[in-house]
């Protein structure tokens, strides 16, 4: 089986990497210094900039599968394009492919009515809009997404929700306009996974408060960030719903395929990136009387990090062709597979770049820490290893029973 870029691929890769040289990497130190200086939550003017660019030179919307507003591409098609979009984690929204608003369009898209996807869906494809999507909870284990105590509940031609979330990404944002939550519609229902609707709330809706925004290993994460929430008597119409009640978990496990994989290409390119910077930086410095790169124990490393991302690769570009030919749940294992083995590599790969790089390594001036940080949480986000490994041992315990 060769997972070799098609020609369509090729040539929009070709184009992402001169994009990236151009427009992206000469721009990092500006992006650090706009997020530092004023509202640190305000758009960025660069960013603003760069998604022009990038719409002028066809490089929009690259994750969508199945929309004229999106490039077509398979996810195996996309793989390659979202690792190296990866490389700087802020520019994925120069080209309208960040989460979660990737996540809330796919759920648009396809559970959508034509109502909704005029009002909502049409101004997230132009970038024109943001969105935030409301699943996780503190006061329950939301491993388990059962668990999700919100409610809402029907009163007349409104539903009236009642709640708290948090890690909410993206609700900070001014140009946020929808939140796509996650609630139960019908707590007594003996099968717990009709329990739960997923309703469209606009965020000028009366009763939404957004608490306080969350920090990362003390990152903010600004100006995206990740908040707490609360909704209180929070009305919205009966329209809002998506698809139907007690099929939010339905919902979300159509949202969460798609969205695993693409934090696996995405570690993969911060890996990359991370074994780059660690190459480059032990070639160039000098202990004990030899280059940093010809230590036995940097040898050993940045052999076994080039192991570790092929091997984490060959599993994603798999999973991507199992979801493209047999579909999400009948790849299922692997989907599981990679989220466990992804961001486990990127982490082991990111820790040893930032070991090379000594107390350089742990500072603002690399983005060793800051990537670290970020690929850490990934053993959380959209369901956390544990999860996953229980997952994957059920489905291959299932053959021999």
Known sequence: ???????????????????????????????????????????????????????????????????????????????????????????????????????????????????????????????????????????????????????????????????????????????????IL???????????????????????????????????????????????????????PTHNLLLGEGRGFEIAQGRLGPGRIHHCMRAIGMAERALEAMCRRTLSRTAFGKRLAEQGVTLERIAECRILIDQARLLVLQAAHLMDTVGNKAAAKQIAMIKVAAPAMACRVIDWAIQAHGAAGVSGDFPLAYDYAQVRTLRFADGPDEVHRQAIAKLELAAYS
């Open 1 to 179: 089986m060769s997972f070799e870029p098609n020609t369509k691929t090729e040539r929009l890769l070709a184009r992402l990497v001169a994009f990236m040289g151009e427009h992206v990497y000469p721009n990092e130190a500006r992006f650090a210094q706009e997020v530092a200086s004023g509202d640190r939550w305000a758009p960025l003017p660069l960013i603003a900039e760069l998604k022009t660019k990038a719409q002028a030179a066809g490089l929009w919307n690259l994750f969508l599968p199945a929309s004229e507003a999106g490039a077509g591409l398979t996810n195996l098609e996309y793989a390659p394009l979202c690792e190296q979009m990866s490389r700087v984690l802020w520019c994925a929204e120069v080209f309208n492919c960040s989460a979660p608003d990737t996540g809330n369009m796919e759920v648009l898209e396809r559970y959508g009515t034509p109502e909704q996807k005029e009002r909502w869906l049409k101004p997230l494809l132009a970038g024109e809009i943001r969105s935030c999507f409301a699943m996780t909870e503190p006061g329950v284990a939301s491993s388990d997404a059962t668990n999700i105590e919100c409610r809402i509940v029907r009163d007349g031609d409104d539903y009236l929700i009642n709640g708290r979330k948090w890690w909410s990404s993206g609700a900070v944002d001014p140009r946020c306009q929808l939140f």
């Open 182 to 236: 996650m609630g139960k519609t019908d707590p007594a229902n003996p099968d717990r996974h009709r329990q739960q609707s997923m309703v469209i709330v606009p965020r000028d809706t009366p009763g939404v408060q957004v608490l306080r925004p969350l920090s990362v290993f003390g990152y903010d994460d600004a100006p995206h960030g990740h908040a707490e929430i609360q909704f209180i008597d929070v009305r919205v």
